[in-house]
């Protein structure tokens, strides 16, 4: 999660660096500086759609405003042939045309080649063929982009962390003008259930999550969270 061409790890120990080393940048020319990864998102979760999603969501769902680099919205990847930062620096991918519909001139004319091979090339992931899909990502990303602008509590809010009873479960709160929205992410491969207080005349609406849940009565506490499942809630008083 980045706003830029690698994934600086500096401000982490040597020790962290490491551990992200190992799951996401395993070869040392997925590496860059001595503390980055020249990598997009996409490859780096191993092309799982449940794993991008969750990273996105919780992106968005995090003070501040987020930033998406072009390219993320369809799930492209990268090419570590090309030297330093140039890997994540290729053509956007708009259609299955030529140089994929980025430039009508010979391939060996463009500064950078377009990603034409594997499972992240144009032929495959590109604007034009997700579009028509909608149960793809850029399709995703767009619906997550408008809930996102509906919950200004979430950029302008003050926020907390909650404790919960699952370990593997992010949550937190964003209030701003009497309102609030809570986020959970479930960053384990494992379905949970989890247990969150509210007071007595409070209740929760789902406004965006990984799948359509059950609703929540009004006395109900406990929450249920899909492996990678990430869901938010508007807090709602009762009437």
Known sequence: MRHHDELALDRLSQSQQEEVFQAFAPNENM????????RRLAPMMNGDRRRIELVYSLMFSLPGTPL??????????????????????????????????????????????AIAQGEYGYQRVNVATEQRDSNSLIN????????????????????????????????????WQDRAVIALHNLADRACTVTL????????????????????????????????GYRWFRVNRIQ
Request: charged share 25%; with cysteine.
């Open 31 to 38: 590496r860059i500086y001595g503390h980055g990864i020249r």
């Open 197 to 228: 207080k509210l007071q007595d005349d409070k209740h929760l609406i789902d406004v965006f999550g990984d799948r359509q849940y059950e609703p929540l009565s009004d006395d109900s506490d406990s929450i249920s969270l899909e492996a990678y």
């Open 140 to 175: 995703w990303m767009e619906h997550l982009i408008r809930t996102r602008k509906q919950c200004p509590e979430l950029g302008a809010g003050s926020w907390q962390i909650l404790e919960m009873d699952e370990p593997c479960v992010f949550a937190h709160c964003c209030e």
């Open 68 to 113: 998406l680099r072009y390219g993320e919205e369809i799930g492209m990847g990268e090419d570590l042939s090309l030297p330093g930062r140039d890997s994540v620096r290729t053509p956007m991918q708009w259609s299955n045309a030529p140089n994929g519909g980025f430039s009508t001139a010979p391939p060996d004319a463009l500064v950078r080649p």
